[in-house]
């Protein structure tokens, strides 16, 4: 069509170069090339009277010819086709007075919606000095794929939910309109599933997939037809509810949500039971900005899930609070490494038999410039989660041999591995041999501690690695022996040196029957393995008394000397190893 | 598979607020539509509600019985839902009845019945699907009894 109207143009330009062109009249254009497109086709003068129109006007727009030769106005003859609303006519009659207005040369350009249904483009540009050309052209059938591909490209084609973006851009809408102070704007939910994963590992793709249709219609019978509902990554949705009215309707959404997902599904014969979380937050009272109003909703659902699922929460500052000390924590902890902040303390163990110092176990402590001494409790799940878990560990390896190297020669040294230090077993391999070659340190003297999750994950490639540090020569314990879900399975599947009794029964040694008779089954299940037991956390005479009655080989705990710094080793070693039997609390 | 017949069983808690007639009243709702629904979708069953529990039995097509399941798991008048069944079954059990009831608001309440439903949504391993179709079946049949001799 550009060409038609710059050859147009054109003629226009080469006729008019003789002087006298202003007063010469109109020439008719030649029709006939016009009458072969399929556009729609006519010029009109500034006054806005058709001077000139093809079949295609006759045809698509059903313009009597009869109206043609008289000059009619232009919406006139519109008109009488019958084709336009009223509505199309006023924005025909004014794109085509903005196009005369025009100087610049440049199109107008509008959509018209037909009564037949046609969907048409109107261009209008200058082809002379007082003559505009006007195309309409049919789009009706291009629009409606276009159409096709937007609905395609804005929802999920899986639930037939919103995606992402369009969640994203309705939340942009509704925060944009203007709103009263009192009355909520906008409630954003934000929805997790609790167990999606499992279901659709064991059920396989397919049940997976039907689960989640199944969730997007419980999700659209717990909702107002007007909810937005989005479907924004494999099992997590967000909705989007305008004005929600009064906090307690909020809640009572979120409850009706949590309910109907909770409630079970029956899907080709299985039976499949979920659950969701959901946090929520409102505009304005939490954010009145898209993305930080999606951020706390997200804060909240975390919070859900860690008060243990199957409940909804609402956005509280604090939450806000907890997260920022959260990134502070994490962007301190990737410094204190290369910082030297991270050093080992030492807690004796005692051997019951001679009453000797058996050795130490290594534990970390993190001395914060600012906030001084950071639990492990604190900051090794952060350090897990962020992969820092696996240099950390490498560090305690080298530092513990080091500093054990300097001990006298009956003394061994524990360090505690954890779960991710296993999910490379070479490289754990490597370091452990790495930090006794580096420190010349006698590999009998070191001893691994493991707790019962490092083989619960990875089970078989875990045993492997364990039985690699056991031919380096080192020995290997079970930390925290009773607190997991099946310790006396655990003690099968590998031949540990050494069992640790968890502090939490010694503590509870004299006023629970239970935990006595587990600290008794314990020392004498490792008696008749041949495994050496060892009691954490003794703090009393009594409970001594007690513990070397049941038979364990070894104690720990603060009745004997609470951790100490490296600098304090040589004192402590000097106490406990001469001491026929340590009895009194070595307080510094 | 689908096409075979299903049994589900299942027991919820009544959620409906209010008093005993409007209960009834929005009971009669639920027969009303599940009836309808049911003849068009070849399914039948029986409703129990006693003592503020409901025990429902589907049979028929395992798609279809899934449809109904899915459609009353998002009806809110009712809480807690326990299913005690989904399995393939032998003949049906309610043959004749697009939605036989038996209950509270038939105008007698059996303490016995509602103690053993009581159970069966405390534990439902105690109460097993089997057992809660036959004190369907018999109670059930126990109506129709009733109503033809009264």
């Known amino acids: 069509m550009a060409a038609l109207l710059d050859r147009a143009t054109a003629r226009r330009t080469r006729r008019a170069a003789p002087k006298a062109r202003a007063r010469r009249p109109v020439p008719t254009l030649p029709c006939l090339a016009l009458d072969g497109l399929p556009q729609a086709v006519l010029v009109f003068d500034a006054k806005l009277r058709l001077l000139l129109g093809n079949a295609g006007l006759l045809g698509m727009l059903n313009v009597p010819p009869a109206l043609l030769a008289g000059r009619p106005r232009l919406v006139e003859a519109l008109a009488a086709g019958k084709r336009f609303s009223p509505e199309a006519l006023r924005a025909t009659e004014q794109v085509c007075a903005a196009a005369v207005a025009r100087t610049d040369g440049v199109e107008e350009t509008a959509h018209l919606d037909l009564a037949n249904g046609l969907s048409i483009m109107l261009r209008l540009r200058r082809i002379g000095r007082c003559r505009w050309v006007a195309v309409f052209e049919d789009v009706t059938e291009f629009r409606a794929t276009e159409s096709r591909a937007l609905a395609l490209a804005l929802t999920d084609p899986l639930t037939g939910l919103a995606n992402r973006r369009v969640m994203r851009e309705r939340l942009g809408t509704v925060l944009a309109a203007p709103s009263g102070r009192e009355a909520a704007q906008a409630a954003v939910f934000c929805i997790d599933l609790d167990n999606f994963k499992p279901v659709n590992d064991t059920l396989g793709h397919p049940m997976g997939d039907a689960l989640l249709r199944a969730i997007a219609g419980r999700l659209r019978a717990a909702l107002r037809g007007d909810d937005l509902i989005a479907r924004v990554g494999g099992d997590e949705f967000v909705v989007i509810q305008e004005a929600p009215g009064p906090e307690g309707g909020v809640d009572a959404v979120a409850a009706r949500m949590v309910d109907l997902l909770g409630r079970p599904f029956i899907l080709n014969g299985n039976l499949v039971n979920v659950g969701a979380s959901i946090g929520y937050a409102l505009s304005p009272a939490d954010a009145s900005d898209p993305d930080a109003l999606l951020r706390c909703a997200d804060l909240a659902l975390y919070q859900a899930k860690a008060g243990g699922r199957r409940g909804y929460r609402r956005f509280t500052p604090e939450m806000e609070a907890r997260a920022r000390a959260r990134r502070l924590l994490e962007q301190d902890l990737r410094k204190a490494l290369a910082l030297s902040q991270f050093e080992l303390a030492y807690q004796p163990k005692v051997n019951l038999r001679s009453g000797r110092l058996a050795g130490f176990e290594a534990l970390l402590r993190w001395r914060h410039p600012e906030r001084g001494l950071i639990s492990p409790g604190e900051f090794i799940p952060v350090c897990e989660e962020i992969g820092l878990i696996v240099p950390l560990g490498e560090w305690v390896l080298r530092t513990a041999c080091l500093e054990a190297a300097g001990w006298p020669a009956g003394v061994a040294v524990a360090v505690n591995v954890s779960a991710p230090q296993f999910e490379e077993p070479r490289r754990l391999v490597g370091a452990i041999g790495g930090a006794l070659a580096r420190a010349r340190l006698d590999p009998q003297r070191l001893e691994v501690e493991i707790t019962e999750s490092v083989l619960l994950r990875h089970g078989a490639a875990t045993r492997d690695a364990l039985h690699a540090i056991r031919r380096l020569g080192v020995r290997i314990s079970m930390d925290d022996f009773g607190t997991g879900y099946s310790s006396l399975t655990q003690l099968q599947s590998f031949p540990f040196d050494r069992i640790k009794i968890d502090r939490s029964f010694v503590q509870n040694l004299l006023d629970s029957a239970e935990s006595a008779a587990i600290v008794r089954a314990v020392a004498a299940l490792g008696a008749s393995l041949g495994i050496a037991t060892t009691a954490e956390g003794v703090e009393t005479e009594e409970q001594l008394a007690r513990i070397r009655a049941d038979g364990c080989t070894e104690v720990q705990g603060y009745l004997f000397s609470r951790p100490v710094g490296a600098a304090e080793i040589g004192a402590l070693i000097a106490s406990l190893g001469t001491a026929p039997t340590p009895r009194l609390p070595v307080e510094a | ?150």
């Not at chain 2, 299913?83 to 007698?108: E, H, K, T, Y």
């Open chain 2, 1 to 150: 598979m689908s096409g075979s017949l299903h049994r589900i069983v299942y027991c919820s808690r009544n959620a409906l607020a209010g008093s005993a007639a409007s209960v009834s009243g929005e009971i009669r709702d639920i027969l009303a539509l599940s009836r309808a629904n049911n003849r068009r979708d070849g399914i039948t069953g029986a409703l129990l509600y006693s003592g503020g529990v409901f025990a429902q039995v589907l049979e028929g097509r395992l798609d279809a019985i899934e449809g109904a399941f899915e459609r009353i798991q998002r009806d809110p008048r009712h809480r807690d839902v326990t299913v005690l069944q989904i399995a393939p079954a032998g003949p049906r059990g309610f043959p004749d009845w697009s939605m036989a009831f038996a209950g509270d608001s038939a105008g007698r309440s059996d303490p016995a019945t509602a103690a053993r439903l009581a159970e069966a949504l405390a534990d439902p391993d105690a109460v097993g699907g089997e057992e809660l179709l036959d004190l369907l079946r018999d109670l059930v049949v126990r109506e129709d009894e009733w109503a033809l001799a009264s």
